[in-house]
């Protein structure tokens, strides 16, 4: 059993540790969120981490229907509390994606998870289109109360929130983010973030250990 677990940990890293639940990965720990945007009472007693990426169709999905679905049966009742990380999968177009919502973030937090959906609700059909544009995010800004789209055109010309952006990069390399969206239920990874069932579960065995 030892030795499983030392070979187990070589081959997937240290920051994990085994569990004996079947299709879950625990991690020592969970994310930090400091300085992410997140929703939901601050003192919920569980945390549920978004890997998400503004290109990823099957993010704008988990965003419409999962996100929404959470809100109601656990941020709202604070149980949860719901933070979102920027992955960088898709390129150019996630960097600058990421860039105006952490700039977004910085000017007016109360302003974030509007311009978040509303960004999201602008992804082209077509995968391989370019739509992240400056044009497109300010755009996006211009309908969402409390930006000052002046402030983030400057902003993402200067790429001023890249230092964040790198955050983000660094909590996905440090917690093996494979796909998005992944999600994490404190130091829980759920293996399908379409499985509502798992999600709920993880989070009321959370609910249990607190
Ligand atoms: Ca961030």
Known sequence: M?????????????AMVNNSDANQTRFEKQPP????PTIGDPDAPVTVVEFGDFKCPSCKVWGESYFPQLMQDYVDTGKVKLAYVNVLFHGEESILASLAA??????NPEAYWEFHHGLFAEQANDHNARWVTPETILEVASNVEGIDTDLLADALENQAEMAEVQKDDAL????????????????VLIDDPFDYEAIQAAIEKALEEN
């Open 2 to 14: 030892i030795i499983t677990l030392v070979v187990v940990g070589i081959f997937v890293g240290l």
């Open 172 to 187: 996905v390399k440090e917690f093996k983010v494979q796909y998005t969206p992944t999600i994490m239920v404190n130091d």
């Open 102 to 107: 952490e700039s977004v973030f910085k000017q």
């Open 33 to 36: 969120i400091d300085g992410q």
